[in-house]
Protein backbone atom coordinates (compact mmCIF):
# COMPACT_ATOMS: atom_id res chain seq x y z
CA UNK A 1 0.00 0.00 0.00
CA UNK A 2 1.85 3.29 -0.61
CA UNK A 3 1.92 5.92 2.04
CA UNK A 4 3.15 9.49 2.49
CA UNK A 5 3.46 10.70 5.63
CA UNK A 6 4.02 14.14 6.35
CA UNK A 7 5.87 15.80 9.71
CA UNK A 8 7.78 18.53 10.59
CA UNK A 9 4.75 21.21 10.80
CA UNK A 10 3.88 23.47 13.70
CA UNK A 11 4.07 27.35 14.54
CA UNK A 12 6.74 29.51 13.40
CA UNK A 13 7.48 33.30 13.97
CA UNK A 14 7.71 35.94 10.98
CA UNK A 15 11.19 35.40 9.55
CA UNK A 16 11.70 31.65 11.05
CA UNK A 17 12.21 28.39 9.77
CA UNK A 18 10.95 24.81 9.26
CA UNK A 19 12.38 21.65 7.32
CA UNK A 20 9.07 19.50 6.28
CA UNK A 21 9.50 15.70 6.22
CA UNK A 22 7.37 13.19 3.70
CA UNK A 23 8.11 9.46 4.52
CA UNK A 24 7.25 7.25 1.88
CA UNK A 25 6.38 3.48 1.63
CA UNK A 26 4.63 0.87 -0.44
CA UNK A 27 6.27 1.89 -3.76
CA UNK A 28 9.74 2.50 -5.22
CA UNK A 29 10.48 5.63 -4.02
CA UNK A 30 13.70 6.60 -6.29
CA UNK A 31 11.63 5.92 -9.69
CA UNK A 32 9.38 8.93 -9.08
CA UNK A 33 9.09 12.70 -9.20
CA UNK A 34 7.83 13.81 -5.92
CA UNK A 35 6.16 17.19 -5.09
CA UNK A 36 4.81 19.60 -2.40
CA UNK A 37 1.59 21.12 -2.94
CA UNK A 38 0.00 23.65 -0.01
CA UNK A 39 -3.13 25.37 0.67
CA UNK A 40 -3.69 28.18 2.67
CA UNK A 41 -6.89 28.00 5.53
CA UNK A 42 -10.15 28.23 3.19
CA UNK A 43 -8.40 28.44 -0.17
CA UNK A 44 -7.36 26.16 -2.91
CA UNK A 45 -3.99 24.40 -4.05
CA UNK A 46 -0.98 25.63 -5.22
CA UNK A 47 1.86 23.84 -5.94
CA UNK A 48 4.92 24.73 -4.36
CA UNK A 49 8.10 22.57 -5.55
CA UNK A 50 8.76 19.72 -7.21
CA UNK A 51 12.48 17.17 -7.36
CA UNK A 52 13.00 14.70 -10.38
CA UNK A 53 14.16 10.85 -9.43
CA UNK A 54 17.45 11.71 -8.87
CA UNK A 55 18.04 15.30 -7.78
CA UNK A 56 18.93 16.82 -10.44
CA UNK A 57 15.94 18.98 -11.58
CA UNK A 58 13.92 21.02 -8.82
CA UNK A 59 11.13 23.80 -9.82
CA UNK A 60 9.89 26.12 -7.54
CA UNK A 61 6.96 28.58 -7.76
CA UNK A 62 7.85 32.05 -7.82
CA UNK A 63 6.88 32.86 -4.29
CA UNK A 64 9.16 30.39 -2.44
CA UNK A 65 11.95 30.89 -5.13
CA UNK A 66 15.24 31.47 -2.79
CA UNK A 67 13.51 31.06 0.62
CA UNK A 68 12.46 27.03 0.01
CA UNK A 69 14.77 23.34 -0.95
CA UNK A 70 13.32 20.79 -1.93
CA UNK A 71 15.53 17.77 -1.12
CA UNK A 72 15.29 13.81 -1.13
CA UNK A 73 17.08 10.80 0.58
CA UNK A 74 16.52 7.80 -2.09
CA UNK A 75 18.61 5.63 0.82
CA UNK A 76 15.74 6.74 3.31
CA UNK A 77 12.40 6.95 1.27
CA UNK A 78 12.74 10.84 2.16
CA UNK A 79 11.14 14.00 0.83
CA UNK A 80 11.95 17.08 2.41
CA UNK A 81 11.13 20.81 1.91
CA UNK A 82 13.13 23.56 4.35
CA UNK A 83 11.42 26.80 4.47
CA UNK A 84 13.53 29.84 5.63
CA UNK A 85 12.21 33.22 5.96
CA UNK A 86 9.09 32.19 6.51
CA UNK A 87 5.73 34.63 6.25
CA UNK A 88 2.31 34.70 7.02
CA UNK A 89 1.21 34.16 3.64
CA UNK A 90 3.45 30.87 3.96
CA UNK A 91 0.82 29.81 6.58
CA UNK A 92 -1.02 26.76 5.14
CA UNK A 93 -1.28 22.61 5.41
CA UNK A 94 1.59 21.48 2.89
CA UNK A 95 1.06 18.22 0.81
CA UNK A 96 3.67 15.26 -0.17
CA UNK A 97 1.99 14.01 -3.31
CA UNK A 98 3.73 11.72 -5.54
CA UNK A 99 3.98 11.86 -9.54
CA UNK A 100 3.09 9.53 -12.43
CA UNK A 101 4.08 6.50 -13.69
CA UNK A 102 2.77 4.63 -16.89
CA UNK A 103 4.83 1.95 -19.26
CA UNK A 104 8.04 2.27 -17.61
CA UNK A 105 7.99 6.18 -17.91
CA UNK A 106 7.88 8.79 -14.67
CA UNK A 107 6.08 12.17 -15.43
CA UNK A 108 6.02 15.34 -12.47
CA UNK A 109 2.28 14.85 -12.49
CA UNK A 110 -0.31 13.95 -12.29
CA UNK A 111 -0.22 13.21 -8.66
CA UNK A 112 -2.22 9.83 -7.86
CA UNK A 113 -0.92 9.58 -4.48
CA UNK A 114 -1.19 12.67 -1.78
CA UNK A 115 -0.06 12.34 2.23
CA UNK A 116 -2.88 13.67 4.91
CA UNK A 117 -0.44 16.90 5.28
CA UNK A 118 1.34 19.06 7.44
CA UNK A 119 0.10 22.79 9.07
CA UNK A 120 2.90 25.22 9.00
CA UNK A 121 1.29 28.71 10.85
CA UNK A 122 3.74 31.57 10.14
CA UNK A 123 2.38 34.40 13.58
CA UNK A 124 3.97 35.93 16.09
CA UNK B 1 2.63 31.67 -16.00
CA UNK B 2 -0.37 30.01 -16.84
CA UNK B 3 -3.64 30.66 -15.27
CA UNK B 4 -6.43 28.22 -15.29
CA UNK B 5 -10.10 29.33 -14.51
CA UNK B 6 -12.74 27.77 -12.50
CA UNK B 7 -16.17 28.77 -11.57
CA UNK B 8 -16.60 29.19 -7.72
CA UNK B 9 -19.58 26.89 -7.56
CA UNK B 10 -21.73 24.61 -9.19
CA UNK B 11 -24.94 23.23 -8.33
CA UNK B 12 -27.09 20.37 -9.25
CA UNK B 13 -29.72 17.72 -7.41
CA UNK B 14 -29.13 14.11 -6.99
CA UNK B 15 -29.01 11.97 -9.91
CA UNK B 16 -28.46 14.83 -12.70
CA UNK B 17 -25.30 15.47 -14.48
CA UNK B 18 -22.68 18.17 -12.87
CA UNK B 19 -20.51 20.11 -15.40
CA UNK B 20 -17.37 21.69 -14.49
CA UNK B 21 -15.40 23.61 -16.44
CA UNK B 22 -11.69 24.89 -16.09
CA UNK B 23 -10.42 27.80 -18.73
CA UNK B 24 -7.16 28.49 -20.35
CA UNK B 25 -5.59 29.35 -22.99
CA UNK B 26 -5.31 26.50 -25.59
CA UNK B 27 -5.82 24.29 -22.98
CA UNK B 28 -6.55 21.45 -25.50
CA UNK B 29 -3.00 20.94 -26.26
CA UNK B 30 -2.69 20.07 -22.63
CA UNK B 31 -3.14 17.26 -20.49
CA UNK B 32 -5.67 17.91 -17.92
CA UNK B 33 -5.78 16.05 -14.33
CA UNK B 34 -8.84 16.54 -11.73
CA UNK B 35 -9.03 15.89 -8.19
CA UNK B 36 -11.50 15.77 -6.14
CA UNK B 37 -10.94 17.13 -2.50
CA UNK B 38 -13.72 16.79 0.61
CA UNK B 39 -13.66 18.96 4.06
CA UNK B 40 -10.47 17.72 6.05
CA UNK B 41 -9.19 15.36 3.58
CA UNK B 42 -6.77 15.31 1.15
CA UNK B 43 -7.18 15.23 -2.43
CA UNK B 44 -7.77 12.38 -4.61
CA UNK B 45 -7.02 12.58 -8.82
CA UNK B 46 -10.57 11.07 -10.39
CA UNK B 47 -9.38 11.86 -14.00
CA UNK B 48 -6.00 12.30 -15.48
CA UNK B 49 -4.92 12.82 -19.18
CA UNK B 50 -7.98 14.56 -20.07
CA UNK B 51 -10.23 11.58 -19.97
CA UNK B 52 -8.62 8.48 -18.08
CA UNK B 53 -9.75 7.27 -15.35
CA UNK B 54 -7.44 5.55 -12.03
CA UNK B 55 -8.49 2.67 -10.92
CA UNK B 56 -11.33 2.79 -8.29
CA UNK B 57 -12.77 5.79 -9.63
CA UNK B 58 -16.53 5.19 -10.89
CA UNK B 59 -17.08 5.72 -14.30
CA UNK B 60 -19.78 8.44 -13.47
CA UNK B 61 -16.23 10.57 -13.66
CA UNK B 62 -15.52 11.25 -16.92
CA UNK B 63 -13.25 14.04 -18.63
CA UNK B 64 -13.13 16.43 -22.04
CA UNK B 65 -11.19 19.01 -23.28
CA UNK B 66 -10.63 20.85 -26.24
CA UNK B 67 -9.96 24.75 -27.10
CA UNK B 68 -9.53 26.89 -24.57
CA UNK B 69 -12.02 24.87 -22.42
CA UNK B 70 -11.49 21.43 -20.64
CA UNK B 71 -14.72 19.71 -18.65
CA UNK B 72 -15.09 17.24 -16.05
CA UNK B 73 -19.13 15.68 -16.41
CA UNK B 74 -20.09 13.71 -13.27
CA UNK B 75 -23.36 11.47 -14.52
CA UNK B 76 -25.92 10.63 -11.70
CA UNK B 77 -24.57 12.79 -9.25
CA UNK B 78 -24.90 11.72 -5.51
CA UNK B 79 -25.09 13.25 -2.12
CA UNK B 80 -21.04 12.04 -1.74
CA UNK B 81 -20.17 13.67 -4.82
CA UNK B 82 -20.10 17.05 -3.14
CA UNK B 83 -16.72 18.09 -2.44
CA UNK B 84 -14.39 21.26 -4.03
CA UNK B 85 -13.06 19.69 -7.25
CA UNK B 86 -9.68 21.16 -8.87
CA UNK B 87 -7.92 21.03 -12.36
CA UNK B 88 -4.58 21.10 -13.03
CA UNK B 89 -1.94 20.66 -16.12
CA UNK B 90 2.00 21.30 -16.20
CA UNK B 91 3.01 24.95 -17.78
CA UNK B 92 5.87 23.54 -20.43
CA UNK B 93 6.82 26.97 -20.48
CA UNK B 94 7.85 27.48 -16.92
CA UNK B 95 8.24 23.74 -16.00
CA UNK B 96 5.97 23.95 -12.95
CA UNK B 97 2.24 22.44 -12.09
CA UNK B 98 -0.50 24.39 -11.74
CA UNK B 99 -3.27 24.45 -10.65
CA UNK B 100 -7.72 26.09 -11.12
CA UNK B 101 -9.09 27.93 -8.04
CA UNK B 102 -11.07 25.11 -7.45
CA UNK B 103 -14.84 24.67 -7.95
CA UNK B 104 -17.20 23.51 -4.89
CA UNK B 105 -19.76 21.34 -6.21
CA UNK B 106 -22.96 21.25 -3.76
CA UNK B 107 -25.78 18.87 -4.41
CA UNK B 108 -29.05 20.21 -3.69
Known amino acids: EVQLVESGGGLVQPGGSLRLSCAAS????????MSWVRQAPGKGLEWVAN????????YYVDSVKGRFTISRDNAKNSLYLQMNSLRAEDTAVYYCARGYCTNGVCYPGPFDYWGQGTLVTVSS | SYVLTQPPSVSVAPGQTARITCGGNNIGSKSVHWYQQKPGQAPVLVVY???DRPSGIPERFSGSNSGNTATLTISRVEAGDEADYYC???????????FGGGTKLTVL
Open chain 1, 51 to 58: IKQDGSEK
Open chain 1, 26 to 33: GFTFSSYW
Open chain 2, 88 to 98: QVWDSSSDHQV
Open chain 2, 49 to 51: DDS
